[in-house]
Nanobody, 115 residues
Framework: QVQLVESGGGLVQPGGSLRLSCAAS????????MAWYRQVPGKERELVAS???????NYADSVKGRFTISRDNAKNSIYLQMNSLKPEDTAVYYC?????????WGQGTQVTVSS
């Protein structure tokens, strides 16, 4: 059974940085496109950034130039470096496949950007 565990969230001031990590219990990363998603209460889950097994990346327009997704297949992990954070980045962040698998949603990690 695969589990995805997100970590690294927290409270940060506008303009600050955070680095999120996602670790999988199973070896699902090696051949799959992975992504970070985020969700604000009352809104649909949004795909923030994705990365293929070969390392090609895509970003939502709202985070281009500020966020960087990376992966380490040997560690079954993906990461999201978030710089120049804005209050509108406040959300719960999740990792999952692309397209997502309902059964793989973890608890997520809360990111709050506030002064």
């Amino acid at each position: 059974q695969v589990q995805l565990v997100e970590s690294g969230g927290g409270l940060v001031q506008p303009g600050g940085s955070l680095r999120l990590s996602c670790a999988a219990s199973g070896s699902i990363f090696s051949t799959n496109r992975m992504a970070w998603y985020r969700q604000v209460p009352g809104k649909e889950r949004e795909l923030v950034a994705s990365i293929t097994s070969g390392g090609s990346t895509n970003y939502a327009d709202s985070v281009k130039g500020r966020f960087t997704i990376s992966r380490d297949n040997a560690k079954n992990s993906i990461y999201l470096q978030m710089n120049s954070l804005k209050p509108e980045d406040t959300a719960v962040y999740y990792c999952n496949l692309v397209p997502w698998r309902e059964a793989y949603w973890g608890q997520g990690t809360q990111v709050t950007v506030s002064s």
